[in-house]
């Protein structure tokens, strides 16, 4: 597969170690970004023209019927989504506003299901295609104070595994995979100690960096993982051993 992959949140962390990673093959990449364009702009242009960025909310109900259109205008058939922008609002549940809680999970479950709703009618067309959603360890071992971001994350590895059954037999393949703790800017704000006590449970002391989670993304992608449908892939150094 060497068409177009659309990558959500692909401006920072994870999600710009994954559209780096695909330039390095030389394929095409359509990103999106929702803050900070003079970074999604830098890395357009240290693309060398292989990637391409659009301003996407994932909260914009509308958009990613829109926007899909847009990007295989201007760089061809979209052959891969890679569902990896999210938002967080920690609190205890209990301190959780009926507000938050439904911006939580609709950004990060319900964004990844209508950017999956407009790729997927292209990639039964062509009876080809692979999708890999980014949860998140969150979903698995729980974190308190991240109810909300876990049951949305939780909820994208279902939704994998029943697309993946939905789609199989039209040649689409859908994976998740669930990062560890990852040193992005999504957790800029975790309290230390509650990052000490992540980083104990690791297995590895390396840890899990962009790059990490990004080469298992990419494989996931290629060829060499077609007969790996309806998965969720911890990448996590080691967490849950």
């Given at each position: 597969?060497?068409?177009?992959?659309?990558?959500?949140g692909?401006?920072?962390?994870i999600?710009?170690?994954?559209?780096?990673?695909?330039?390095?093959?030389?394929?095409?990449?359509?990103?999106?970004?929702?803050?900070?364009?003079?970074?999604?702009?830098a890395?357009e242009?240290?693309?060398?023209?292989?990637?391409?960025?659009?301003?996407?909310?994932?909260?914009?109900?509308?958009?990613?019927?829109?926007?899909?259109p847009?990007?295989?205008?201007?760089?061809?058939?979209i052959?891969?989504?890679?569902?990896?922008?999210?938002?967080?609002?920690?609190?205890?549940?209990?301190?959780?506003?009926?507000?938050?809680?439904?911006?939580?999970?609709?950004?990060?479950?319900?964004?990844?299901f209508?950017?999956?709703r407009?790729?997927?009618p292209?990639?039964?067309?062509?009876?080809?295609?692979?999708i890999?959603?980014?949860?998140?360890?969150?979903?698995?071992?729980g974190v308190?104070?991240?109810a909300?971001?876990?049951?949305?994350?939780?909820?994208?590895?279902?939704?994998?595994?029943?697309?993946?059954?939905?789609?199989?037999?039209?040649?689409?393949?859908?994976?998740?995979?669930?990062?560890?703790?990852v040193?992005?800017?999504?957790?800029?704000d975790?309290?230390?100690?509650?990052?000490?006590a992540?980083?104990?449970?690791?297995a590895?002391?390396?840890?899990?960096?962009?790059?990490?989670?990004?080469?298992?993304?990419?494989?996931?992608?290629?060829?060499?993982?077609?007969?790996?449908?309806?998965?969720?892939?911890?990448?996590?150094?080691?967490?849950?051993?």
């Amino acid at each position: 597969m060497s068409g177009v992959v659309l990558v959500t949140g692909g401006s920072r962390g994870i999600g710009r170690a994954v559209v780096r990673a695909l330039v390095a093959q030389g394929r095409p990449v359509a990103f999106t970004f929702r803050d900070g364009e003079h970074a999604a702009r830098a890395l357009e242009n240290e693309s060398g023209g292989l990637a391409r960025a659009w301003r996407f909310d994932l909260r914009d109900r509308a958009r990613p019927g829109a926007i899909v259109p847009e990007m295989q205008d201007a760089l061809g058939a979209i052959e891969a989504l890679v569902n990896n922008a999210a938002i967080r609002k920690d609190a205890l549940l209990a301190a959780t506003s009926d507000a938050d809680w439904d911006d939580v999970v609709d950004a990060n479950l319900g964004g990844a299901f209508r950017c999956c709703r407009a790729v997927i009618p292209g990639m039964i067309a062509r009876r080809s295609g692979s999708i890999v959603n980014v949860a998140s360890l969150t979903a698995i071992r729980g974190v308190a104070g991240q109810a909300s971001y876990g049951a949305a994350k939780a909820g994208l590895i279902g939704m994998t595994k029943s697309l993946a059954r939905e789609l199989g037999r039209r040649n689409i393949r859908v994976n998740a995979v669930v990062p560890g703790l990852v040193m992005t800017d999504m957790i800029g704000d975790m309290p230390p100690d509650r990052l000490k006590a992540l980083r104990a449970i690791e297995a590895l002391p390396s840890g899990t960096t962009p790059d990490d989670v990004a080469a298992t993304i990419v494989f996931l992608l290629s060829e060499g993982a077609r007969a790996i449908t309806g998965q969720a892939i911890l990448v996590d150094a080691g967490s849950t051993a």
